[in-house]
T-cell receptor, first 114, second 116 residues
């Protein structure tokens, strides 16, 4: 079974600074997807970024980028120029290629200080 | 983007009663929907995978007789918590996969269940 581990229960960052959230996973599969989701106080899950395992290039979405290290099974999220609206719980997730079944990490609560 | 709607968003019920939560895909057909449970300050735990027109596949440890899932149409899946007890109080979230975009997954807003 796949597992996803987020070792940082809480992180904080100053507004406009950069922060990196860590995620490691375990799988025996060679093809899969990795995701970062944001869950604000409203509890609505919002997709931040997605990475296909077969792609070597790291995914980027505006201020959000990932550092995908397949051999190390590491998938960290970098948030640049942090904004107050980035404050939320962030979940790393592993997705099977066969059908969108996701396994989530424990989450990292991000606080952005003004 | 695609929208997935859950109803009700918040429900309180008495112990021993049954509660139904609906998950609808509003602008796409969802052959597969997923039901998650989330306790406060914890992660999402997959409960079951719901496929249109067939029986749901439950994760290990999830009581299928307690959490009844029905996926009768391509836009609607329901989760019924039968004979609810206070320990069933939780946040339930559904997600749906667009059959045209199999790698896309869309989440509902979640439903908070409180059992008194």
């Amino acid at each position: 079974a796949q597992t996803v581990t987020q070792s940082q229960p809480e992180m904080s960052v100053q507004e406009a600074e950069t922060v990196t959230l860590s995620c490691t996973y375990d799988t025996s599969e060679s093809d899969y997807y990795l995701f970062w989701y944001k869950q604000p106080p409203s509890r609505q899950m919002i997709l931040v970024i997605r990475q296909e395992a077969y792609k070597q290039q790291n995914a980027t979405e505006n201020r959000f980028s990932v550092n995908f290290q397949k051999a190390a099974k590491s998938f960290s999220l970098k948030i640049s120029d942090s904004q107050l609206g980035d404050a939320a719980m962030y979940f790393c997730a592993y997705g099977e290629t066969s059908g969108s079944r996701l396994t989530f990490g424990e989450g990292t609560q991000l606080t952005v200080n003004p | 983007g695609a929208v997935v709607s859950q109803h009700p968003s918040w429900v309180i019920c008495k112990s021993g009663t049954s509660v139904k939560i609906e998950c609808r895909s509003l602008d796409f057909q969802a052959t597969t929907m997923f039901w998650y449970r989330q306790f406060p300050k914890q992660s999402l735990m997959l409960m079951a995978t719901s496929n249109e027109g067939s029986k749901a596949t439950y994760e290990q440890g999830v009581e299928k007789d307690k959490f009844l899932i029905n996926h009768a149409s391509l836009t609607l899946s329901t989760l019924t918590v039968t004979s609810a007890h206070p320990e069933d109080s939780s946040f339930y979230i559904c997600s749906a996969r667009d059959s045209r975009l199999p790698r896309e997954l869309f989440f509902g807003e979640g439903s908070r269940l409180t059992v008194l």
